[in-house]
């Protein structure tokens, strides 16, 4: 938690697949993947085999949780079919994942085929020589399984919102910070302040809310400085209906990762929970900082999500990819 957040900014995210080999199918692909959900993923797998001892390690792997959201929610929607019951159906599948274990294998290895099947569409082959080396394999690349699929959900996420974004938020990122950012269309009532503007849908039930904010460029020392400023922060601008109801930031709990986004702009991402002094609201934030040397500022952007007694996951995942789309 000592770390200095400069470096946590300027720290580069090497997502390393090791013996990992990606190709990709270039035949030309007629089919397009299915309109499945969002955040679907085919595991095909022996199911015998995954109830064992050394199945469950690696099922635990693939249906691994969404990190910061309070409540236990996988990353995917995971369906599990018999390599026998792969038919065409599944074979349009978006994301997939083929696991195996054999003498055949000489040692356990990844590879990632693109557009195999159908397009667009990321297969993954998990093989090993035997059931233990294919868990403890899995176990160890979890992250990289995990961000393979997840990058390019949150790719496509992104390109939607390019085409159909809130243009009241577009357009007061541009005015007040020279800032363009693609919110989801939903999000387009806006409360201004200094240096800050916070946007919000209006729907009761499951609230989205983006800010963005900056200050001059600066170092801090620890994830607690950063906390203590960025609470301040939603403090004066975040308020509840009473005067003594604002926005802080759960202290437990934190997930920091250092980011490589486009055009080499590193950004320091922080997931947790906020909740609201003398009030019952609460939820889960993603914030992203970064620094902009240019105009000597730090940025930051940050989405956070109000759906009492709902999945949280695709709310959560939205504002990221919003997140994602800003530019300077």
């Not at 720290?11 to 697949?17: A, P, R, S």
């Not at 297969?123 to 990058?151: C, Q, W």
């Not at 496509?156 to 989801?184: E, R």
């Not at 240019?294 to 999945?311: D, H, M, Q, W």
Request: hydrophobic share 40%; proline share 3%; net charge neutral.
């Amino acid at each position: 938690m000592k770390t200095s957040v400069k470096a946590l900014i300027i720290c580069i995210l090497g997502c390393i697949l090791y013996s990992c080999s990606e190709s990709s199918n270039k035949s030309k692909i007629k089919n397009k993947t299915t309109d499945s959900a969002p955040w679907e993923l085919l595991l095909i797998v022996d199911k015998e085999w995954a109830k064992t001892s050394e199945g469950e390690i690696f099922m635990n792997v693939i249906n691994s949780e969404i990190p910061g959201l309070g409540q236990s929610e996988p990353n995917f929607k995971v369906l599990s079919i018999n390599p026998s019951g792969f038919s065409k159906t599944y074979q349009a599948f978006a994301n997939i994942i083929i696991a195996e274990h054999g003498s055949k294998y000489s040692k356990p290895k990844m590879k990632i085929v693109r557009d195999l099947y159908a397009h667009p569409q990321t297969v993954l082959y998990l093989t090993a020589p035997n059931g233990k080396e294919l868990s403890e394999y899995a176990a160890l690349h979890r992250d990289e399984i995990m961000e393979l699929f997840t990058s390019k959900e949150l790719a496509g996420m992104q390109a939607t919102l390019k085409k159909k974004y809130s243009l009241q938020v577009m357009s007061q990122a541009k005015k007040q910070f020279g800032i363009s950012i693609n919110a989801p269309k939903d999000i387009d009532a806006i409360k201004k302040g200094k240096d800050f503007f916070w946007a919000s849908s209006l729907q009761e039930d499951n609230r989205l809310n983006l800010c963005l904010y900056t200050i001059p460029l600066r170092q801090f020392n620890d994830i607690e400085e950063i906390i203590a400023l960025h609470d301040s922060v939603l403090k004066t601008n975040v308020q509840g209906e009473k005067e003594n109801q604002y926005i802080q930031t759960v202290q437990y709990g934190l997930y920091i990762t250092s980011l490589m986004l486009k055009d080499n702009r590193a950004v320091t991402e922080i997931r947790g929970l906020w909740e609201m002094e003398n009030d019952m609201m609460g939820g889960p934030f993603i914030l992203n900082i970064e620094a902009d040397s240019t105009n000597n500022r730090l940025i930051f952007s940050e989405g956070f999500v109000y759906a009492p007694e709902k999945k949280k996951r695709n709310y959560i995942r939205s504002l990221e990819a919003a997140l994602r789309t800003l530019e300077y």
